[in-house]
């Protein structure tokens, strides 16, 4: 059977104080309404679609990367607010024959084992509801359950009596029937209510008089259907998030220092005995292989970090693989095209950018190397920067095994030096230095003695 997922994303979230629609405010990176595509594209058959309303080109634009192989996407225009019946209702005329699901696209947390179950309840005499238990249920609607307790209505809170509001089981606002009884319900909402709009959950009432058993079913955890109105709400979920990820890798043989301060931002692949220190961010797809350490304060993107691999405090990664036993750090900035060789080691206050550092290179100190390739075994001295732009375009500095590159040298790309050269502190270098050459490239020191240093005049 076909499966048609419904992502209502057409609030403006004015409590948001935003001029963002509320379902493109960031949780763990990624924009809310992305993660509810992300987890309904992993089901079965899934094809989706996004009603959108404020801000529209926005969120389409925003989700024009959401779709990938198997992944069917689509769009439709909720053009004026009237709830969501009328939301729903705008995805008509595209779905198919199978079964319907309706998601939100401010309720990032849904997990798909959780759909996937709503989902095995639905069948030409069933329909499905995800109910949640809670402690204090103000503003959510109510579950009516009859005195056989099938459930036969979902009253909101506005429209419910004391008795009524004294119930604990709330709509999630999340269900599931088939498309057939969909198209027959929605024709016949109503608006006669407090807020005069066309509330989907009208439809529960519909499928008890047709006859059409509810089968309700709850979350193995409430923060699952947690939406988001306002910042608050947002900043809150953000740390039920991470905490679901600090868990999952303390699992997989993590060791976080505190988990509650750290954060990951995309995804993770990890092997065993690794060490991560207090706020650490992990961004995109990061990488870690066996026995990495990562210092405190760290922020790594889109890297990969080989077997033994330290990252000391502060220290930037982006774009960047560090080879087996290297480390880097504190104060380091790794940024796209770096990569280092085994047991490489980059310093404080080092920047590199597509640069090789082949096995063994040792950079230590305040130096910039950019556009370069480096051999095994070199050393580059404190203050070292490869000067790879001329004002208008990148050239690349060539660096040999087992060179010794002094203090403070600029190297004027493009330019090579080759194997075990030798560059003498203080020198800037021009043209190419070969095998086992010494290169000084200074000015001549000049001594004047007797010399006077300034004095101050006397003020006036």
């Not at 990176?29 to 959108?52: M, Q």
């Not at 580059?380 to 660096?399: E, L, S, V």
């Not at 330019?415 to 095998?435: H, M, P, Q």
């Amino acid at each position: 059977m076909t499966l048609d997922v419904v992502i209502l994303a057409a609030g403006q979230g004015t409590r948001m104080r935003s001029k963002t629609p509320k379902v493109l405010h960031k949780l763990a990176g990624r924009p809310l309404v992305r993660h509810v595509v992300d987890t309904a594209a992993g089901l079965e058959n899934a094809r989706l679609h996004v009603v959108v309303g404020h801000g529209g080109e926005t969120v389409r634009e925003a989700l024009s990367n959401a779709t990938g192989p198997g992944r069917q996407l689509g769009f439709c225009e909720q053009a004026e607010q009237k709830g969501t019946g009328h939301a729903v209702a705008q995805a008509l005329d595209g779905l198919g024959d199978g079964k319907v699901l309706v998601l939100y696209g401010d309720v990032p947390l849904i997990q798909a084992r959780t759909l996937e179950t709503l989902l095995d309840g639905v069948d030409d005499t069933h329909m499905a509801l995800l109910t949640v238990t809670l402690d204090d249920p103000t503003g959510y609607g109510r579950i009516v359950r009859n005195d056989k307790d099938a459930v036969v209505a979902i009253v909101e809170q506005k429209d419910a009596d004391a008795g009524q509001r004294a119930i604990r089981e709330c709509n999630t606002g999340i269900m599931a029937m088939t498309a057939e009884r969909l198209r027959r319900w929605l024709p016949e909402l109503s608006s006669e209510n407090a807020q005069g709009e066309y509330y989907l959950t009208d439809v529960i009432a519909m499928a008890a008089a047709d006859g059409i058993e509810v089968k309700a079913t709850q979350p193995s955890s409430p923060v699952e259907v947690e939406g988001i109105n306002d910042r608050r709400q947002l900043a809150a979920l953000e740390r039920a998030y991470q905490r679901r990820q600090a868990e999952r890798l303390m699992t997989a043989g993590v060791s976080l220092a505190d988990p509650a301060r750290f954060d990951l931002r995309g995804d993770v692949t990890v092997g065993r005995d690794i060490q991560i220190d207090v706020n650490v961010i992990l961004e995109g797809q990061v990488t870690l292989e066996d026995d990495v350490v990562i210092g405190p304060n760290c922020v790594i993107k889109d890297s990969i970090l080989r077997r033994g691999a330290v990252v000391k405090a502060n220290s930037h990664l982006e774009g960047a693989e560090m080879g087996e036993g290297s480390d880097c750090g504190p104060f380091a900035r790794l940024r796209p095209g770096t990569r280092l060789g085994a047991r490489a080691h980059v310093g404080n206050f080092v920047e590199t950018k597509n640069a090789i550092l082949s096995d063994g290179v040792k950079a230590g100190h305040l130096s910039y190397l950019g556009d370069t390739e480096i051999g095994r075994d070199t050393n580059i001295g404190a203050g070292t920067i490869t000067c790879n732009y001329d004002g208008a375009n990148k050239h690349r500095t060539r660096i040999g095994e087992a060179v010794f590159i002094g203090s403070n040298s600029s190297l004027v790309a493009p330019v090579t030096i080759g194997n075990g050269a030798t560059i003498a502190a203080g020198s800037t270098i021009t043209r190419e230095v070969k095998d086992d050459e010494l290169a000084i490239g200074r000015s001549r020191q000049v001594v004047k003695q007797g010399w006077q240093r300034p004095v101050k005049m006397p003020k006036s």
